[in-house]
């Protein structure tokens, strides 16, 4: 700040001049004490700062007068998300949840960073740089998840540490690697001693014992959004772990974790949405939906807004002044952000207006900001895959297979005994719910790498669907009912740089073009890539399953760092920790140790 | 941490192997959850931290059981004390404080740093480096406190800054100047900017308006530990301005703050001790009694013990990783100082044991220290005073006066009528309790200032008492019933090379020698300067006073910056906020314009 914008926001503060823009009688939630006050907010719009509050009758060259009608909350921080499951690009995320009351989001470009490695944070950066909320951007720590997998990149400790200064960096993301740490792995073991100052951020998903959240916790990991399970969490809490609650698309964690929320354990909770698609965010909204499932399930409103808020900002060394110069934000008080959410209810968390910075979101400032050109177009390096190369040839029997657990992404490993025909083709069973499944490096980066095996409790029917979206490394992966279907789909998915496609009988039912590394729309409206989303799912509802959107299951089903069963580019793997198994292992390898013919 | 130390924390915190220390069977009091737990605690020598917790049966190499008979707590924290005040220098300091459970304590260095300038902020980071406890260092930001008084130094932004980035120090001490803010005094703003990504802590006493909290929030200013009164306190409080509760020697707020202790606004609490002299640590005790108080009050104990620790550590940046290397602190959890107090009753904080680091404090433990040489000898830099300086002449009526508060270190302004001599001299009136007072300048950066004044309930029948400790620019200040007296008193201070002194009748009565920086003993056992203060005040019981302790009160005497009458080198002074005098003003400039003959 120049000694004349500092000499300004004390006159404003002290009430020596007018502040530059006044919401007078509003009813402001105060979470630092707790109470609801009628009161005015004074903002300094050069530096978008709450210069002056908890007082009413502030003169303002700018007046917006409530009359007592709408409440003012703090704006809402998302504590994790993966702006890549909304499959947008992060200009356009921002208009997506703005909206909603997100103000501040800390962001894990884990997805992308997968396919395009350190360019993936110069994008974010960039965009960052041209958003009006606050992305926040954490360093994706765990590319490749696991060692079991081809990525489009390995990013080790030495190639994060250019970014860690960067003001739009707040830490390391995601730390996934118990089991390497366990392990002592030596690139797992470097990376927590160069950022260990830093903030960490964890995953001990159910079946982490307390013996490694212990471990995890003493590595400095501070943070956990995993959480399906109000005891194991529970345990991560009174480990000091912060517990962040999620409504994602496919985790719903709140209302199994709403018991947690109260006064006392407030300071160490937050909320995030980790993963959730542009139709949820149109239609139910972002954090406004975790706090209005929170409260609908009996959990203090006032308690909710400091977790949606202060504790958020606080957790991330954001409450205060801090060493990389980040504004104080939380609270409704001076030296906080004018970020600032209307409501004309508490309970219903109906917004009326948002605030960043003390200006008004709107269309128009979104128009302001310089438009930045997406990357990651032509992503998808390999050439078309022939039928032959999906087919399974062996024993019939005890083969193995991934097993679908209902409503979460974690799996079981089951043994099958399989149709098979007068080649020793082993074949789908779709009348018992078990499809091929199948996973196509498409980096480029291994020697054309394809993994198949079968699938459990999908419950498609017919056809086939393909994505490019698979958790972590996000190389291809498709399943369905016939070698055919699985053909087109998969080169479908080729020919459109990226994508989501339903195949049946021969045709193309559906298509979502995702041209961004293969994960995201270069649409610029998100209602665009939520009606694209919904004519998908409105195509895959020929497919039968009993799941309204099977493709983003599928995307799941390579993440071998969640239990138990999975499959990569590598082959089939385990991750049982409640069998001590402390990371995924290789159950059939199947490499292609030179190029396929 | 080096690799190696890693994998031992790791092994460790997962059970891999032994812990190095386990405290056994502990009521564990998790200030996260709120509640109290059967548990054991172990700790990894190495690092001193605490690597798993909140289980039992965990096997250490070395064991002690406490057999469910002892509560654990996390290490108290002080967030704000003068060293100076305990009149003994840091290592003795810590003795003294240790033993109460005072594991960390955020220094102000103020008083020595306004006789000795920078050298006092390396003498105190030299002392920290050398100490079992954490001293954590703020640098003293008003030095001198107003422009209206000599210093021994004065420190601008560029004294400060190469300070700032040293790990034992946390940010900017105290900030008192409200009213060079308000008028944008370009060294005052000089540092708001310089230092405005840092912690600063705040100083706005009763009388402090709405508008000048916001002004001084909207600097950064973060805190306030002069918290007199609980509505002013709640007016500070919601504005996210951390308040400390503060019991002192001279100023005792928990009583009227105790009120404010809720579970909601507890993460924006603290205590601190502010001054508190050496016979009070060692009969009252330390933060302990603070929490004592708050107890007896009617607080919860838990909540109370959350303030003591995890609360302080967050407002600081101590509760996570943080960029200066800090390791985080405040709870019984892993990743967090094996700081821990162990105690029969919460509710009596009556201490058994404290553990700093994981080792047992004791006597021996301060042994392996080295001991850090004291610097601010030969302080006192003038020449005898003779008496004649000390006596004043003119009107006797509406002579301007300083009122002394009971029980504050505030004062009113008064105008009195005084007796008169044949010779015009203005007399003392001690049977209307109206004293001689004087303060002389003894860095010897003036022309031999010699303010002189009356004041008026200080209660001393006979005699005089002087003292080089005179808030915040430690000149020599003398009150008394006799000319003689205090001329006694004032060279018997010289030649002692600081210290307190009492005078009856021509006779030096007591004495405590304060030769570093005429602020602090230079003996190493704080009880010897407990048993000292205590001899003084038995001497000082001979004039007659009913105060217990006069000569601290009469400390406070030149200390401008608290409203309202105040006396300095320069003269008498006003500072009358609720009046709207924002800062001290001089009522009769009694500088000397050249050396006196």
Aim: glycine share 8%; with cysteine; proline share 5%.
């Amino acid at each position: 700040m120049s000694t004349t914008a500092l000499q300004d926001t004390i006159n404003q503060a002290a009430g020596f001049t007018a502040a530059d823009f006044v919401i007078k009688n509003a009813k402001v939630v105060n979470v630092v004490s707790g109470k609801i006050e009628l009161s005015d907010i004074a903002i300094c719009k050069a530096s978008g700062m709450i210069v002056r509050t908890h007082e009413r009758h502030i003169d303002g060259r700018e007046v917006l007068d409530l009359e007592g009608e709408l409440f003012a909350v703090p704006g809402f921080i998302d504590c994790h998300v993966h702006i890549e499951s909304a499959m947008v690009t992060p200009q356009v995320f921002e208009e997506a949840v703005l909206m909603h009351g997100t103000t501040t989001a800390f962001c894990d470009p884990h997805e992308i960073s997968n396919v395009l490695g350190a360019d993936a944070f110069r994008y974010f950066i960039d965009s960052a740089e041209n958003m009006i909320m606050d992305l926040m951007i954490g360093l994706s720590p765990c590319v490749p998840a696991s060692g079991l997998e081809t990525a489009g990149a390995t990013l080790g400790a030495d190639d994060l540490a250019p970014f860690i200064h960067h003001p739009c960096v707040y830490g390391v993301a995601e730390f996934m690697s118990i089991g390497a740490v366990l392990d002592h792995d030596k690139g797992t073991l470097d990376k927590l001693e160069r950022f260990a100052n830093c903030q960490i951020d964890g995953h001990m998903p159910f079946g982490v014992s307390t013996a490694m959240m212990n471990a995890m916790k003493s590595c400095g990991i501070r943070n956990c959004h995993e959480n399906t399970d109000i005891d194991h969490a529970c345990e991560k809490l009174k480990r000091g772990i912060h517990v962040f609650i999620r409504e994602g698309t496919v985790c719903k964690d709140a209302k199994r974790l709403a018991a947690m929320v109260n006064t006392f354990q407030s300071p160490f909770l937050g909320l995030c949405t980790d993963d959730r698609n542009p139709v949820d965010i149109a239609q139910e909204g972002h954090i406004d939906h975790v706090i209005r499932t929170l409260i609908a399930e009996g959990a203090d409103p006032v308690t909710v807004y400091r977790i949606a808020s202060w504790s958020a900002a606080n957790h991330f060394g954001m409450a205060g002044r801090n060493p990389k110069g980040w504004k104080p934000r939380g609270l409704i008080a001076p030296d906080n952000l004018a970020d600032i959410v209307l409501l004309k209810s508490l309970e219903d968390c109906d917004i009326h207006a948002v605030y960043k910075k003390g200006e008004r979101v709107s269309a128009a400032a979104f128009e302001q900001r310089r438009r930045v050109r997406p990357i990651g177009y032509g992503s998808i390096k390999i050439p078309t895959v022939p039928a032959h190369r999906l087919r399974q040839f062996g024993d019939p029997v005890n083969v193995p297979a991934i097993g679908l657990v209902p409503d979460q992404v974690v799996t079981t490993y089951e043994e099958i005994t399989l149709p098979v025909n007068q080649h020793g083709e082993l074949l789908s069973d779709p009348e018992n719910d078990v499809l091929y499944i199948a996973v196509i490096e498409r980096h480029g980066r291994s020697h054309g790498n394809i993994a198949r095996s079968f699938v459990k409790g999908l419950g498609i029917k017919h056809g086939a669907i393909a994505v490019s979206v698979g958790h972590d490394s996000h190389n291809i992966t498709v399943a369905g009912a016939t070698i055919e279907d699985m053909t087109l789909a998969v080169n479908e998915v080729i020919r459109s740089d990226g994508g989501k496609v339903v195949v049946k009988n021969g045709r193309v039912l559906g298509r979502l073009a995702l041209p961004v590394a293969g994960l995201m729309s270069d649409k610029t409206d998100v209602l665009e890539t939520a009606r694209d989303q919904i004519d998908l799912l409105d195509a895959v509802s020929a497919l039968e399953s009993p799941w309204q959107d099977p493709l983003t299951l599928l995307g799941f089903l390579p993440l071998c760092v969640i239990p138990d069963a999975k499959i990569t580019d590598f082959g089939l793997t385990r991750f049982n920790p409640a069998a001590g198994i402390m990371r995924p292992t290789l159950v059939n390898d199947q490499r292609t140790g030179s190029p396929p013919a």
